[in-house]
Each structure stands twice: as C-alpha cells, then as structure tokens.
Nanobody, 115 residues
C-alpha cells in the first residue's frame, strides 16, 4: 500500500500564497501519476491538478495560471504551489495516487482564504 501525508494548509488572506506538500511512502514513486483534489462541505470532490511520470501537468480551469503542481521523485514528494488565492479556493485539499487498480488518498489539509 501507498501512504500519503499532506501538509502546508492553513489560513491565508486573499491574494496570498501557500505551498502544499504530499509525502508518499511508495517504493516506485517515480512510476506513479499524482494529483491534487479539493472538497468543500456539501460539494463533490473536484480535481485541481495532476502530474504524470513524464511531468505532464493538467489543471482545472479555475486554478490555471495561479497554481503549479510539481514533484520531486528523489524525495517522493508532490507539491502544489498556490498563488493569488481567492476565497473560493477554500477547501480541504487531498493528495491522490493511483497504483495499478487502486487509488490512495491522503488525510487532507485545510486551506482557508479569508480576510
């Protein structure tokens, strides 16, 4: 199994920045496609960004140009740099990995954007 642990969430003012980190336990991390998702109470969990083993990235339209996903295979880490944050970015952010037929999620980290 793969274990994921997110960190870096917190309270930030509109226009501010946060960097989320996801630490993975898998021994073949470099072969995993990774993603960040977010969820607001009462709403469906939505895809924020993905990054493939070949470093191809995909972003939701709502975050494109403001968020950047990256990975460090040597450290088995995935990051989400969030700039120009807006109140609508407030959510619990989850790291996700798919390993063969199985998907694994981190515990989530709360991001609150408020003045």
């Amino acid at each position: 199994q793969v274990q994921l642990v997110e960190s870096g969430g917190g309270l930030v003012q509109p226009g501010g920045s946060l960097r989320l980190s996801c630490a993975a336990s898998g021994s073949r991390f470099s072969t995993y496609a990774m993603g960040w998702y977010r969820q607001v109470p009462g709403k469906q969990r939505e895809l924020v960004a993905t990054i493939t083993t070949g470093l191809t990235t995909t972003y939701a339209d709502s975050v494109k140009g403001r968020f950047t996903i990256s990975r460090d295979n040597s450290k088995k880490m995935v990051y989400l740099q969030m700039n120009s944050l807006m109140p609508e970015d407030t959510a619990v952010y989850y790291c996700r990995v798919v390993v063969g037929p199985d998907a694994y999620w981190g515990q989530g980290t709360q991001v609150t954007v408020s003045s």
